[in-house]
């Protein structure tokens, strides 16, 4: 059965890709403590939006997440859950992750994104 994201059948012009990040991405919060270090993020660039980095669960201290009962739809990815982080001012639902994204995204399946006004992301290319 197809997942397809229905935006791209009204949108055949907006455009979502997801490459594999070549480097190590970093992610604090703004006091200095580790979030994620990753040498396996994912980057998707959709549209002219800034690059987002997606992480695996595994490289994020998933003890400083705490999931919320929020969530939002984009017809290009699907349904988003999100995370608070714990103790952080201004972190609640600061980090989102799509479960059961569409097929032209399936790869971002379970990684977290981190908003970066609410952390500070490090990326070091390779």
Known sequence: MSNRGPGYAKHPEHTVTVTPFE???V???PSGEVLVDTLRALELREASY???F???????????LARTSHTTHCPFKGDASYFTIAGLPGGENAVWSYERPYDEVASIRDALAFYPDRVVVRIDPA
């Open 54 to 64: 997606y992480v695996p669960r595994r490289d994020a201290r998933m003890d400083r």
């Open 50 to 52: 800034p690059p987002v």
């Open 27 to 29: 992610i604090e919060s």
């Open 23 to 25: 480097g190590r991405v």
